[in-house]
């Protein structure tokens, strides 16, 4: 072994890169070993260690026109090569723009060169995958990856069916051997850590098919969903092929009920902003109720609730709407954390009720983050009986199948309002995007025709659906 390799392991070590002890892993797994090498951009010797070893070693003999980092750890270190090597860079986002026309890809490229990734850490494959899958949509070749560690839990092989072959500079095995060999670690702790990583092999890309909400059925999804109104609705789905969730932003109690009797067959859930309605009274939940019934499909209040939980829980239960009377579902926003969800768990009065967390917006220039989309996700695992699923744009958002996407911003063609609602086609939602439930308002609503509109939508929407867990997506 060379020299250079036993100082870099060392300094991961003392930066705090790798640390042993009883960690959290974000899925609320113990883990023995953690890994976070995004500190490594404050010490600037081990930035420059990591990339000259990748240059000498893990990048002798590959041919490349681009290099490209995973987001984002790897950033800077492709950065470095970058210079380094003098070999121009390729930048992916990691989050897809919400409308359809944004480039994933930045930098000047042409179809048919070849792309080296550069990634920290390998697990499962699966974010060098994310990376591989966009340069590959864009027509670039992609054969090989360097890597700074590579678990060993099953991310070689996977990347390896995906033709991408990877060199790493340290597997587990390595970086532990060196450090029992130094007296930083004991052989205790490195017979837990390699006991802890074969027993939590990732998932193969194969196996990961059998979990993979985009290629399951809503009959498959239904029972593994551990939420009853989620099982309900998937259901519902499933018996009237349909994912169609009808919108009705409208202000008369008469309007909307005119409208769900000639639509009601065409969907599977209605949202409705009982805000909005002029003559909002009791007869109308009462008649709205007997629609769901007749036509089964469930009702969603799209409250948005963003207080603490005592108010929630008043909003919710009490004034003129008493929203807990009548609806199935309603939505909330995760921003004042867990309160909210504690208020809307404990106002059922033992009833079954469900709630769409709003992880992400469809509106331009909403100020919704990923680490805030990551927390809102967490927030919601803790309340596997009241979260029904997410409002979101992204199928990254979240994989637990049991799950439901809820996605609004759709319209046939993808165009946005004057007032920042970007719309969506329903192929882009479904099939790219991850949409189970599409929400669809004036697309149906505003158009001279509801109710041959509606059932426009309900079957563009259904085949996009079917087509996804075809699997012959490419
Ligand atoms: P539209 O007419 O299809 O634009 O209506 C979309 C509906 O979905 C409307 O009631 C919004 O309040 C709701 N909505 C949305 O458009 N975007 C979001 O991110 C969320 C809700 Br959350």
Known sequence: MYPEFEDLALKLFHVDAVKFGEFMTKSGIKTPVYFDLRVIVSYPDVMELISNLLHNFAMKGLE???????????????????????????????????????????????????????????????????????????????NDAIIIL??????????????????????????????????????????KVKQYLNDTKAPSSDNKKSNNRMLLTFEKRSELSSNPLSKQLFNIMATKKTNLCLSVDLTSSTSILNLLEKVGEHICLVKTHVDIIEDFNPDFVAQLKQLADRFNFLILEDRKFADIGNTVSLQYQKGMFKIADWADCV??????????????????????????????????????????????????????????????????????????????????????????????????????????VIVVGRGIVASKSPESQALIYKEALWKCYTKRVSGKLE
């Open 331 to 436: 939505t909330s926003h995760s921003l004042p954390g867990e309160g909210v969800l504690k208020a809307l768990s404990s106002s059922c009065n033992g009833v079954a009720k469900g709630v769409f967390l709003l992880a992400e917006m469809s509106s331009e220039g909403n100020l919704i983050t990923p680490e805030y989309r990551e927390a809102s996700v967490n927030m919601a695992a803790k309340y596997p009986n009241l979260v029904m699923g997410f409002v979101c744009q992204n199928k990254d958002t979240f994989n637990n199948p049991g799950l439901i996407q809820l996605t609004p911003g759709v319209q046939l063609e993808s165009s946005k309002d004057d007032m920042g609602q970007i719309y969506n086609t329903p192929e882009k939602v479904i099939l790219e995007n991850g949409a189970d």
């Open 150 to 191: 590579d678990r060993e839990q099953g991310g070689s092989q996977n990347l390896a069916n995906n033709n991408v072959q990877i060199k790493s500079l340290f597997t587990m095995s390595t970086l532990i051997e060196i450090l029992v060999r130094k007296g930083k670690i004991s052989e205790n702790i490195a017979f």
């Open 64 to 142: 490349y026109d681009h290099l490209c980092g995973v987001p984002y750890t790897a950033l800077p270190i492709a950065t470095l090569l970058s210079v380094q090597t003098k070999t121009p860079m390729l930048m992916r986002r990691k989050e897809a723009k919400s409308y359809g026309t944004k480039k994933m890809i930045e930098g000047h490229y042409s179809a048919g060169q070849k792309c080296l990734i550069i990634e920290d850490v390998v697990t499962s494959g699966s974010s060098v995958m994310e990376t591989v899958k966009d340069l590959r949509k864009e027509g670039l070749k992609v």
